[in-house]
């Protein structure tokens, strides 16, 4: 009946509106009146399906649906007309909608199939046509699981387009190595019964592949064919997987069959390598007869089946090596022939160094030595072997070298090796032959990388022709920590005197009980200065019991004090008497101030050693120290050579105690001309100056805008200018006899009297000291006096001047008279580093004074007294020049037994008038800060500066006075600082 009802449908869609009520068939379940509510529904859906209006027909059909939404027909007609619209999601869903309701319907089910074969690519197809498509897809698109999932599916997996599928899966897992995948389609084809020989094969192979070795061989043996490639396969998987039973097993239980000679090669060899390979092999191919005969061999060898070797040889003689000679001959004791056929099996060998080590190793262990040096000789420096295998060969050669009888070693062996691993060995084998110079030609570089071996015959072989080289050498060799070595090193230091050097090494072992060796030990302590070890020593050497002989006394005096050491050296000299005991002796003596006894001693020395310059000297100079100073120079000026410094320094000072000054000024040229330090050399030429200066010249000056003092001049004034020029000369044969002068000088000095100072009478009830201004020039010098006088320096060490001057003032018009002056003065702290004499080697200087003057006027009963101290620092600009900042301090202190005094003034009309002036007795402590510029010239090669100029600026302030000072006039305090430049010349 539907077949009509859809042919109607068609007639019904190709009419037009006005179409003749149609009677559609929609089953028995549907009322006459449910038909007739749908019928205008179904006329009005396929009237507009006709005209194409999609959404009127699809809501029409859609109404019936509503109204009748279990019926198939209806479903089927909103299906088609989604289907005829393009819109084929949307009937699958309405036909899966009614499916649900009426799954038997064949026409649902048939439009359903409809619809499916439309997209077969779609999931939700479930037909087997579908399911192949997806499949094909996967397999194409490299979706090797997706197309294994695909055929989990039952259908698809029986079906023979699956088998075929499957197959096309396991070719592509295998060629993309996909293990796994392919394990899995082979287990499926498997237990299918679908799996091929050749995919068996493929299977065995896979295992291997994949090293499941057991597997595969449990695969094999369900193969009945026979392939000796898979055997082969499996034997080679066996033999890598080192599971040597199981490929014995296996080797033994085949027989394979081999398509090619190389397949058969390649099991004999396996054959060979796990012993199962037979003497009587039955081989396949010839062609392997001479493989299988090289497996063979060395199987022999190795169990010492040497008349089977032969036969086979006998067979192949090309197979005859001359390492198999060279074993044949070694196992038949042919030992000609052994040689021989080692030298040819080293020559042939293509591992020359390999061959030489074996061949030279098996001649020296059966005791042929002299073939195996001279092949080891032969093949010196076994270039191309390794590291490790030259130096194997080296020393077996060493080892051979020192057999009795063997000969010197050829010069080339001397040629030094390219590493310091090398050297060392090389040094070691030509010290095991004796030749020196070919250890010293190796080891020359000295390379730090050296062994103690080398190192200890490098120094055994310098020993003689270079000590110094010999003690470095046993010192590295001592610094790898052997007792013998460091041994060896005292002994060379020792020798070498290097005292500390070998004290360290000393004390680095344990002394022998050797009278030589403990005397070595205790004399480096000693010449080392370590007093302690020389002591410890010297006790065990006691407690030892060995022989107290000179040597034993001279070291025990080395190690006490004066008095002890004297009774040891006197042992000493009971025994066995020496220069040298007696020179020790009097040092000691000379530290007990036992200068006579030291100067006999050394006269003792000398007559032992009459040559010894040392001890000829050391006697000069003890003459000297017990003040026989002539007798030191008569003994001392023969000694005396060209170029001899100290000697000549020493002779310079002695001729100067003697007041031998032209000798002395000889010996300080020659002393100037030698090596000295720059400060020893300036100082020899200030003396060599001083020697021979018999006239000085000095002018002095200063002037100021106030009032400052001047030592010892003008009785009670005080200046404001000074000026002084001396001239002095000194007397006597010599003009300086051991730093003591007499000199007879002239002096013109002048102030200017701008200031002086009054004391009332005692008794006219004023105290206080008034100063009177005369308001004249500073520069106009209105009490010029000439003196004239001795001055007398007494000691030779000390800066202290006697003098005695006669005064005579040169302008009588001021009142003055002729005085007589005594003075003394002194100076201290001024010496060595503090003096004012030019210093060498140092930016700047420290200098100080304390200058002491007294002085009194005969005839005017006038006394002064002085104290200065200066301290200043001298700082040097250039060669000669400092400019010298300086503070100093100064106290004076007057008095005149004439009080009340007489003085004059002049009046306005010009005349003198004489005024007594009352007491004029004072103190005063003055203060005064300056800088000067001092500057030496004038010096020659052996005379140091003898001139010098000082030009300086300081500002003096009186401190403290007895009294105030007042102003004479006004009566004010008088408290006045004073502002001065200065001026001083030597020449």
Request: proline fraction near 4%.
């Amino acid at each position: 009946m539907r077949p009509v009802v859809f042919a109607l449908c068609g007639i019904l869609l190709g009419q037009g509106a006005l179409a003749a009520q149609v009677d559609y068939e929609l089953g028995p379940d549907v009322s006459s009146y449910q038909r007739f509510v749908l019928y205008p529904h179904l006329q009005k859906g396929f009237s507009a399906l006709a005209r194409g209006h999609r959404d009127s027909a699809i809501a029409e059909f859609e109404q019936a649906r509503k109204l009748q939404p279990k019926n198939p027909v209806i479903a089927l007609y909103l299906a088609r007309a989604y289907e005829k619209f393009g819109q084929d999601k949307q009937a699958a869903a309405v036909i899966a909608q009614q499916l649900a309701i009426t799954p038997q319907d064949s026409e649902l089910l048939a439009f359903a199939e409809g619809l499916q074969r439309k997209d077969p690519l779609d999931p939700a197809c479930g037909l087997l046509e579908c399911k192949v498509a997806r499949a094909e897809r996967s397999l194409l698109g490299d979706d090797l699981n997706g197309l294994a999932a695909a055929l989990q599916e039952a259908e698809l997996a029986n079906s023979p387009q699956g088998l075929s599928l499957r197959h096309d899966l396991l070719q592509r897992a295998l060629g993309e190595q996909e293990w796994p995948l392919a394990a899995e389609q082979f287990a499926w084809l498997d237990r299918a019964g679908k799996l091929g020989q050749g995919e068996q094969k493929q299977w065995v192979t896979m295992l291997l592949t994949e090293g499941k070795v057991e597997q595969a061989v449990a695969l094999r043996r369900r193969l009945p064919i026979q392939d000796g490639e898979l055997d082969l396969a499996i034997a080679l998987a066996l033999g890598k997987g080192g599971n040597k039973e199981a490929l014995i097993h296996y080797q033994q239980a085949r027989t394979p069959n081999f398509a090619r000679a190389a397949q058969e090669r390649e099991w004999l060899q396996l054959a060979a390598n796990n012993g199962t390979l037979k003497s009587d092999q039955t081989l396949q191919f010839t062609e392997n007869q001479d493989f299988y005969i090289g497996l063979m061999l060395p199987v022999l060898r190795r169990e010492g089946r040497w008349q089977e070797m032969e036969h086979l040889l006998a067979k192949s003689p090309g197979q005859a090596s001359s390492e198999l000679e060279f074993e044949l001959a070694l196992h038949q004791r042919q030992w000609d022939k052994l040689a021989r056929d080692g030298r040819k099996l080293v020559r042939e060998s293509r591992q020359p160094m390999a061959a030489l080590e074996r061949v030279s190793y098996q001649l020296q262990q059966r005791g042929q030595l002299a073939a195996s040096r001279a092949l080891l000789i032969d093949y010196w420096p076994y270039r191309g072997a390794s590291q490790a295998g030259r130096e194997t060969l080296i020393r077996r050669l060493t080892l051979l070298q020192g057999q009795a009888g063997a000969p010197a070693l050829p010069a080339r062996l001397s040629d030094p090796l390219p590493t310091p691993a090398l050297r060392s060995l090389q040094a070691t084998l030509l010290a095991q032959s004796g030749q020196c110079d070919g250890v010293v030609r190796v080891l020359g570089d000295l390379s730090a990388d050296y062994d103690a071996d080398s190192w200890r015959a490098l120094g055994s072989c310098y020993r003689q022709s270079k000590p110094g080289l010999a003690e470095y050498a046993f010192a590295r060799a001592a610094s790898f920590g052997l007792p013998q070595d460091r041994r060896q090193l005292a002994y060379q230091a020792y020798e070498n005197r290097h005292f500390d050097a070998a004290l360290q090494a000393w004390q680095q072992v344990t002394l022998a009980r050797d009278e030589q060796e403990q005397m070595a030990a205790i004399r480096s302590a000693l010449e080392a200065g370590d007093l302690p070890q020389a002591r410890q020593w010297l006790n065990q050497y006691q407690q030892a019991g060995l022989p107290q002989d000179a040597d034993y006394w001279r070291a025990l005096a080395r190690t006490q004090q004066d008095e002890q050491a004297i009774a040891s050296l006197g042992r000493a000299i009971a025994l066995a008497p020496a220069a040298q005991d007696y020179a020790e002796l009097a040092q000691h003596q000379q530290r007990l101030g036992h200068r006579p006894q030291a100067r006999d001693a050394l006269r003792a020395a000398n007559r032992l050693e009459p040559d010894n310059r040392e001890y000829q000297l050391a006697y000069g100079y003890a003459l000297f120290n017990n003040d026989e100073r002539q007798a030191a120079s008569d003994w001392l000026e023969p000694l005396y050579r060209p170029g001899d410094t100290e000697l000549a320094e020493q002779l310079t000072y002695i001729n100067q105690s003697l007041a031998h000054n032209q000798k002395a000024r000889d010996y300080a040229a020659k002393a100037i001309d030698g090596e000295q330090s720059a400060q020893l050399r300036y100082d020899l030429r200030r003396l060599h100056e001083d020697l021979g200066r018999r006239w000085t010249m000095s002018f002095d000056a200063w002037t100021g805008n106030g009032q400052g003092t001047v030592s010892g001049i003008g009785a009670n004034s005080v200046a404001q200018s000074y000026a002084q020029t001396e001239v002095e000369y000194r007397l006597g044969e010599e003009p300086i006899r051991n730093g003591k002068t007499l000199s007879v000088y002239g002096r013109l000095y002048g102030s200017s009297q701008s200031q002086r100072l009054y004391h009332p009478d005692e008794d006219g009830g004023e105290n206080a000291t008034y100063v009177e201004e005369s308001n004249s020039n500073p520069l106009d010098f209105r009490d010029p006096t000439l003196g004239v006088g001795l001055r007398w320096k007494p000691l030779g060490d000390q800066t202290l001047f006697l003098a005695a001057e006669e005064l005579l003032p040169l302008n009588r018009s001021q009142g003055g008279e002729h005085d007589t002056l005594l003075r003394a003065s002194a100076s201290f702290l001024n010496e060595g580093q503090y003096s004012d004499e030019w210093h060498l080697g140092e930016s700047g200087w420290w200098a100080q004074n304390l200058y002491l003057d007294g002085a009194r006027y005969l005839r005017s009963q006038q006394t002064s007294l002085v104290a200065d101290y200066r301290l200043s620092y001298h700082h040097k600009i250039r060669w000669g020049d400092t400019i010298e900042p300086y503070a100093h301090l100064q106290g004076r202190l007057y008095w005149n037994d004439k009080s009340p005094d007489k003085d004059y003034v002049k009046d306005d009309d010009g005349s003198i008038q004489e005024f007594s002036s009352g007491s004029d007795d004072y103190k005063l402590l003055m203060g005064g800060v300056g800088v000067r510029w001092n500057h030496w010239f004038g010096e020659t090669t052996y005379d140091a500066w003898p001139h010098k100029l000082s030009l300086g600026l300081e500002y003096q302030r009186r401190l403290k006075s007895d009294q105030d000072l007042k102003e004479l006039e006004t009566g004010e305090e008088y408290d006045k600082g004073t502002l001065m430049m200065t001026m001083g010349v030597r020449w």
